[in-house]
């Protein structure tokens, strides 16, 4: 596997290895969160497997003409699809509708291969099939053409139909080590080597969500100012609190451009990498963004923020500073952390998880963002 893009992951690419030597099964579940690694490893399996060099154990060799097609996303064997439209899910398409989906890539894999070779088709974001989608996809699952195999990424595989699960060899991707992380920065020249050291611990294992910070200087930027403000508001009255985590929302949108792009946006069919540098807000097409799911994503960001500068108080709390992952607010956190009970510390990290389930459930995030501003534990001498 010369030319393979993965780092880290040993598990997951010595299974990769051994399909692309004996023989790929019909369907593969690539599962793990946002930018975990998941296109890049679904990537290296399709061009393994359309790779032309004499010995197996080589490919993907990374310099054949289907290797450099494949990780290009032009090689006319490889078929992609992924979240389209303003609900960003992956849909039925096919004949008649103006977003690609399921039905099109059926279509695709009807044909002969091109290259008279293996043929591979990989949906992203898998987990945001939507039930037609997912119920044209078991037909093909159940009667797979020859010589083709599927690919699904997903965060999460819950949302996937059990039939579909069932029919697909799972492969599980966990947290990726920080120098594995600091090395992608680095191959990509995407960040300096202390840049790529703090980005590599603030990804906590997901090198997709490093490479988005990378990119986004400005994100990055508002992550620090938020992080700070967060600590700020430990010795702050209720009013200011309040006031203060309702600022923090309305600048926390910022944070979800990175967060949603955790996956390589340049790995994405439907979005070019320039659109997505320059476009600050936009999702690389004309979608205006209804103004409850804005306030709910950015309502995620920060409760996905505050939980990264609570676990690092948490860690501060307890003498264990060395790991804490904002390597950047580790004075703060370690002055804020001497003045806070680590029980209290814990219980509010409990809160934010709660906080998250309420969001995904709907609740105004309002409301979940005050219950939190008020919760957030008070430094000793002032709890009195
Ligand atoms: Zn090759």
């Known amino acids: 596997m010369e030319g393979a893009r993965t780092r880290g992951h040993p598990a997951a690419l010595g299974a990769v290895a051994a399909m692309i030597r004996g023989g790929a099964p019909h369907a593969v579940l690539l599962v793990g969160p946002a930018g975990i690694g998941k ?41 992609r699809i992924g979240p389209e439209g303003p609900g960003r899910q992956v849909v039925i ?68 139909l059990p039939t579909i699960r069932s029919r697909c060899a799972r492969l599980r991707l966990g947290p990726v080590g920080t120098r594995d992380i600091e090395a992608i920065l680095d191959e990509q020249g ?25 990119r986004q200087p400005d994100a990055l930027r508002a992550r620090d100012e938020l992080s700070r403000s967060l600590l700020d508001l430990l010795a702050a009255r209720p009013a200011e609190r309040l006031a203060g985590v309702r600022a923090a929302a309305a600048r926390a949108g910022a944070l979800s451009v990175v967060t949603e792009k955790a996956a390589p946006p340049d790995d994405l069919p439907t979005s070019s990498a320039t659109d997505a540098d320059t476009g600050p807000a936009e999702d690389g097409g004309p979608v205006v963004r209804a ?32 790991s804490v992952r904002d390597l950047g607010l580790l004075d703060e956190s370690n002055v804020q952390a001497a003045r806070l009970d680590e029980s209290d510390i814990d219980a509010f990290l409990d809160r934010l998880g709660r906080a ?29």
């Open 93 to 160: 398409g096919g004949p008649g509708s103006r977003v690609r989906g399921v039905r099109d890539l059926i279509g695709e894999l009807a044909l002969l291969p091109v290259e008279g070779g293996a043929r591979v088709a990989i949906v992203e974001a898998a987990h945001r099939m939507n039930e037609d989608a997912q119920a044209a996809l078991l037909k093909t699952l159940e009667e797979p053409p020859t010589g083709v195999t599927l690919i699904l990424c997903a965060d999460a595989e819950e949302p996937l």
């Open 190 to 214: 995407a960040a300096d080597a202390p840049l790529a050291a703090r980005l590599a611990r603030i990804a906590a294992g997901r090198p997709g969500l490093a490479l988005a910070w990378a």
């Open 291 to 322: 103004p409850a799911v804005e306030r709910r994503r950015a309502a995620e960001a920060l409760i996905g923020l505050w939980s990264d500068v609570a676990r690092d108080l948490a860690l501060s709390s307890r003498g264990l500073a060395s």
């Open 356 to 384: 998250g389930v309420l969001i995904v459930g709907n609740v105004s995030p309002e409301l979940v963002l005050d219950d939190l501003a008020l919760a957030w534990p008070r430094p000793r001498a002032e709890a009195a």
């Open 39 to 79: 296109t890049t490893l679904a990537l290296d399996l399709a061009a393994g497997l359309l790779c032309t060099a004499d010995d197996v154990e080589r490919r993907p060799c990374g310099v054949c003409r289907a290797c450099r097609l494949a990780f290009a996303g032009s090689h006319p064997d490889l078929h």
